[in-house]
């Protein structure tokens, strides 16, 4: 199919990648593989030691008043980029990208690098061109806790708040976390991702985007049912009935969608998924597509979450994010009643509205005037600092 703006790509960036899905999920083990990975251990069995840490202070935030409606035509603003990432640290972070697991001093074999190594790399690289531009923050979990098997409430830890509040200049504080801080524990990405959520809620009128990026599918709900649920532990299926503590380690696939689209439908945050090398299982894969798709930023092919297996594919989808996040968010001063009474040109060339987000342009937060744009038309929008991005709106009852 031929869009009018197809003209503009004059070279076409891969939006992620589409090797499948190895997950070795971020996996929370009992017993000897516990202590070999530092993951959890039953709650008898070790002792509880310290408090858990609270993780950063809440900036200070304002609710932006909503756009109204005044015809008319206007030149868009380029929104200010706010990403927040939530990055998983659980023990299985310590693996190479294959599985490859460390030994028993918790080192990889000479010359291959963890996943949580690898994603430091990926992230100085793709960050720091935009540091001054681009407001970043993060959010680690869990939280940190003494090496070696922990208790649940240790292992599962996501304390409120984030540890990195967003703001320019923030990509070498990120880095830092990663050489201070070794993985360990559980994967508690939905509590993680709402938590991060309820932290940027209060600004509206910014391109706000969360990142997630794991190496597994989630887990750490103790209201599952361990006799029944999908095991995430790398064991045998039924790892998780012979635990004392196996309904953490059940997949908490159902609580972090929903998490997830309440965060997209809601407050309209935009969640991104990023897969971490690992074990090929269906139902872990599956877990992060539903979750990208509620998320409202899936890739356009299969997998629906971006899949990185090796470190190029890691820095391809990061970048693809990045500049989808950073380039492609416009803010209208006028906003329709109708969301489509509204044309939307680049450079005097019509762009057409694609709610399927793979083409053209979609409102974000249409009551208060912000925008995006997808595949070519992000292209064609971030294509030069002379790009001019414009429309005009109606106020004509839908």
């Known amino acids: 199919m031929n869009y009018p703006f197809s003209s503009f790509l004059t070279a076409r960036r891969l939006f992620g990648v589409v090797s499948p899905l190895v997950l070795g999920a971020g996996i929370v083990l009992v017993g000897a593989c516990g202590s070999r990975t530092g993951l959890f251990a039953d709650e008898d069995d070790v002792r509880r030691d310290g408090a858990v840490p609270v993780d950063g202070a809440r900036p200070d935030a304002h609710v932006d008043g909503q756009v109204p409606c005044t015809p008319g035509r206007f030149t868009f603003e380029l929104a200010t980029a706010q990403i927040m990432f939530v990055i998983d640290r659980s023990g299985s972070m310590a693996f190479a990208l294959d599985g490859t697991t460390p030994d028993e001093n918790g080192r990889l074999p000479l010359g291959v690098p963890s996943r949580w190594a690898v994603l430091r790399g990926a992230l100085e690289d793709t960050l720091t061109p935009l540091d001054g531009t681009v407001a970043m923050g993060a ?9 070696g098997p922990a208790p649940t409430d240790e292992a599962c830890a996501t304390a409120t708040g984030v540890a990195i509040p967003p703001a320019r200049g923030n990509s070498g504080q990120i880095v830092r976390v990663f050489d201070r801080t070794v993985p360990n524990g ?26 997630v990026a794991t190496d597994g599918a989630p887990n750490c709900n103790g209201e599952l049912d361990k006799s029944s649920c999908v095991c995430t532990s790398a064991g045998p299926p039924e790892a998780c009935q012979r635990s004392r503590t196996g309904e953490f380690n059940c997949l908490d696939d159902l609580r972090a969608v929903k998490i997830v689209g309440d965060i997209f439908q809601t407050r309209k945050i935009p969640v991104y998924i990023i897969g971490i090398g690992g074990l090929e299982r269906p139902a872990l894969a599956k877990a ?26 890691l820095s391809s989808a ?37 709610p399927t987000r793979v083409f053209g342009w979609d409102w974000v937060d249409r009551e208060f005037g912000t925008l995006s744009f997808f595949g070519e038309a992000c292209a064609a929008a971030s294509a030069g600092t002379a790009t001019v991005v414009n429309g005009v709106v109606r106020c004509d009852n839908p």
Request: proline residues 10%; aromatic residues 6%.
């Open 139 to 147: 959010k680690f979990y869990p939280e940190e806790h003494t090496t």
């Open 186 to 211: 559980g994967t508690p990405t939905a509590e993680a991702v709402r938590l991060a959520a309820d932290f940027l809620a209060n600004t509206r009128s910014v391109a706000r985007t969360i990142v």
């Open 288 to 313: 992060l597509d539903d979750m990208a798709v509620a998320g409202g930023r899936p890739r356009a092919e299969t997998p629906r979450h971006y899949s990185a297996q090796t470190p190029a594919e």
């Open 318 to 354: 990061l970048t693809s994010i990045r500049d989808s996040v950073a380039k492609c968010t416009y803010l209208t001063p006028s906003a329709p009643t109708d969301p489509n009474a509204i044309t939307v040109e680049i450079d005097g060339v019509p762009i057409p509205r694609d």
